[in-house]
């Protein structure tokens, strides 16, 4: 079966950084979209950021130039490293994942804790 597992999250001061990890399994990885999406309290799940298969990516406004995805295929892996955090940044992060046909997977989760 699929599995999504996340990695990394935790408590940071403001400015500070984080990086996530995302373990997949049981997926085509190589032709798999996968993405980062966040979900704070009281708010809908929005999406961070996304890689393609081709290596394409997109990022939500809020998050361009201080985080980055990345993908390592050889290891099923998929990373945000985020950069300058802010508290408006504090949220649970899932990692996503779609292939041809089959999809979306979701992970679990990470808590993110932006805080002085």
């Known amino acids: 079966q699929v599995q999504l597992v996340e990695s990394g999250g935790g408590l940071v001061q403001p400015g500070g950084s984080l990086r996530l990890s995302c373990a997949a399994s049981?997926?085509?990885?190589?032709?798999?979209?996968m993405a980062w999406y966040r979900q704070a309290p009281g708010k809908q799940r929005e999406l961070v950021a996304s890689?393609?298969?081709?290596?394409?990516?997109n990022y939500a406004n809020s998050v361009k130039g201080r985080f980055t995805i990345s993908r390592e295929d050889a290891k099923n892996m998929v990373y945000l490293e985020t950069d300058n955090l802010k508290p408006e940044d504090t949220a649970v992060y899932y990692c996503?994942?779609?292939?041809?046909?089959?999809?979306?997977?979701w992970g679990q989760g990470t808590q993110v804790t932006v805080s002085s």
């Open positions: 890689v393609a298969f081709n290596g394409n990516t």
């Open positions: 049981g997926i085509a990885f190589r032709i798999a979209t």
């Open positions: 996503y994942a779609a292939d041809v046909g089959r999809g979306p997977f």
